[in-house]
C-alpha cells in the first residue's frame, strides 16, 4: 500500500482559509499548524522543530505528553469518555482542589475557563442582589459580554468608564461594568466608596497578564471588600497551580470569596471550575437557596471523566518535591537571558512578571498597569517573537510560559536564540 501523501503546511494554511474565518482558530498565529507535541517540543506540519514557551497557552506545565499523564487517559478512556452525570474521577478532583485552594470549600465545573470567569460574577450578583462588576483595565476573563469590557482598548478614557473591546456587545451591559486601573489601590478604594451599595463583585488576575500586584494591593482589595459586602472573585485561570500549588492565594497570602482555575487543573482537556465560598456556592444548589436565589449552571463536559484524570494525574506531578523550584529555576534563567541580551543589545526593555509566567516589554519606564503595557513598543515585541521563532523558539506575544519538560539542553538553545533576537532587533 502506498504510504499517505503528506500534506505542507502551506496547504493546510490554504484549506484552513476556506473553512475558518481569518484562516485559523481566533487563538495564534494562523501561519503556523501544529503537528504534534512531545515533552517540551512541537513540530509544525512541515516538520520544522521548537521549544515550545506556548505550552498550549498555558496547560501543559508538566509538558506534551507527559507519560504518566498518558497512561491516566488511557485507563479512563476504556471506561467511557463522558457521562453528563456525576463521575468518581470528578469528585476526586474536586476533592483535590478543596484541599489545595485556600477560599475552595466547594467546586462547580465548567469546560473552559471564560465560562468560569461569567458564572463567577453572575454567582457573585446572586450572593449579593446586586449588579455592578468592578474589573481592572487590561484584565482577561474570557469572552462574556462583562469580560469584554476594556480588556485591550485602544481608546484610552477616564475611568471608571468602560469600552467594549468587541462587537456585538449590547450598551446595557456598559452601565453595569466600573473600570478601574490595577495597582492602584487608592483608586479602587474611590470608586468602592462611592458605588459599593451597586457592587456585586470585583474580580481579578492576582497576576494581571504579566503585572505582579504592587504590595498591599491585594491586600486592600479583601479589606475593601469585606467593609462593603462585596464578593472578591481571584481570576486564577492562568495562575492556578502555576504562581504555587495553591496558586496566587497561596503565594500572595491573600483568599478571595471566589476564584476560578482552568488550563492546568484540566490537564489539557477541556475542564474549568469555580471554587469558592460554600455560603456563595449554595446559588447552584436549588434545594438551599429557593427558585428566586438560584443561579443554573450546567454543561455537557462539566466534570468530564478524562479531563479528571488528566487534571488529578498532572497535580500529583506538581505536589513532587522540587517540582516548582525547577520550574522556578527554567524561568529564572530565561529571563536572565533576555536581560543580558537586551542591555547588551543597548534597547530599552523591561523583564515583567513572575519567573513562572513574564515576557519583554520593550519601554524605558516601569510597567505598573495596562496603560504602561500600551505605550510600549508592541512593533519590537512582534519582531522579536519572529525573529524567535527563527531559531526555534515557539512562543506567544505578550507570555513566556515555562513548563517542567524544559531541559538544560533547551534552555542553552534559548540562550542562543535569545542572543540572535536582541543582536538583529530594529
Not at 131 to 159: D, T, W
Not at 186 to 214: K, M, T, W, Y
Not at 304 to 331: D, F, Q, S
Request: charged share 25%.
Amino acid at each position: 500500500m502506498d504510504a499517505p501523501a503528506l500534506v505542507s503546511q502551506a496547504d493546510w494554511i490554504d484549506r484552513a482559509k476556506a473553512v475558518l474565518p481569518g484562516g485559523g482558530f481566533g487563538n495564534f498565529d494562523p501561519h503556523i499548524v501544529i503537528r504534534e507535541g512531545k515533552g517540551s517540543r512541537v513540530w509544525d506540519e512541515d516538520g520544522t522543530e521548537y521549544i515550545d514557551y506556548l505550552i498550549g497557552s498555558g496547560p501543559m506545565l508538566v509538558g506534551h505528553g507527559h507519560p504518566e499523564v498518558l497512561d491516566a487517559v488511557a485507563g479512563q478512556i476504556g471506561k467511557g469518555l463522558t457521562f453528563f452525570a456525576s463521575n468518581a474521577r470528578g469528585i476526586e478532583l474536586a476533592e483535590a482542589i478543596v484541599a489545595s485552594v485556600a477560599c475552595g470549600q466547594q467546586v462547580r465545573y465548567t469546560a473552559s475557563g471564560g465560562e468560569a470567569d461569567m458564572y463567577a460574577m453572575r454567582l457573585a450578583r446572586a450572593f449579593t442582589g446586586r449588579e455592578k462588576i468592578m474589573k481592572f483595565e487590561g484584565g482577561y476573563h474570557g469572552m462574556c459580554a462583562e469580560a469584554q469590557m476594556s480588556l485591550a482598548p485602544a481608546r484610552l478614557v477616564n475611568f471608571p468608564q468602560a469600552v467594549p473591546d468587541s462587537a456585538g456587545i449590547p450598551e446595557s451591559v456598559r452601565a453595569d461594568m466600573l473600570i478601574a486601573p490595577f495597582n492602584d489601590l487608592e483608586f479602587a478604594r474611590s470608586l468602592i466608596a462611592e458605588h459599593g451599595h451597586e457592587i456585586a463583585g470585583i474580580i481579578v488576575e492576582p497576576l494581571q497578564r504579566l503585572i505582579p500586584p504592587e504590595p498591599g494591593f491585594l491586600e486592600g482589595l479583601r479589606e475593601e471588600c469585606d467593609r462593603a459586602g462585596i464578593v472578591l472573585i481571584f481570576d486564577e485561570v492562568v495562575t492556578g497551580y502555576r504562581l504555587a500549588y495553591g496558586g496566587a492565594q497561596e503565594r500572595y497570602g491573600v483568599t478571595p470569596d471566589l476564584c476560578t482555575l482552568g488550563k492546568i487543573v484540566g490537564g489539557g482537556f477541556p475542564l474549568a471550575a469555580i471554587a469558592g465560598r460554600s455560603d456563595i456556592m449554595a446559588h447552584f444548589d436549588r434545594a438551599k437557596v429557593g427558585a428566586e436565589g438560584f443561579l443554573m449552571q450546567l454543561g455537557t463536559l462539566s466534570g468530564n471523566p478524562v479531563a479528571a484524570v488528566a487534571g488529578l494525574k498532572t497535580m500529583e506531578i506538581l505536589r513532587r518535591p522540587g517540582a516548582y523550584e525547577r520550574l522556578t529555576h527554567v524561568g529564572e534563567a530565561v529571563m536572565g537571558y533576555c536581560r543580558d541580551a537586551l542591555d547588551e543589545a543597548g534597547i530599552a526593555h523591561r523583564v515583567v512578571g513572575d519567573p513562572v509566567l513574564f515576557d519583554v516589554v520593550f519601554t524605558d519606564r516601569d510597567v505598573r498597569n495596562y496603560r504602561d503595557i500600551h505605550a510600549a513598543d508592541m512593533d519590537r515585541n512582534i519582531r522579536f517573537n519572529a525573529l524567535l521563532r527563527e531559531k526555534g523558539i515557539f512562543k506567544p506575544i505578550g507570555k513566556v510560559y515555562p513548563s517542567l519538560a524544559i531541559t538544560d539542553d533547551d534552555l542553552a538553545q534559548t540562550a542562543e536564540a535569545i542572543r540572535y533576537a536582541a543582536a538583529h532587533l530594529t
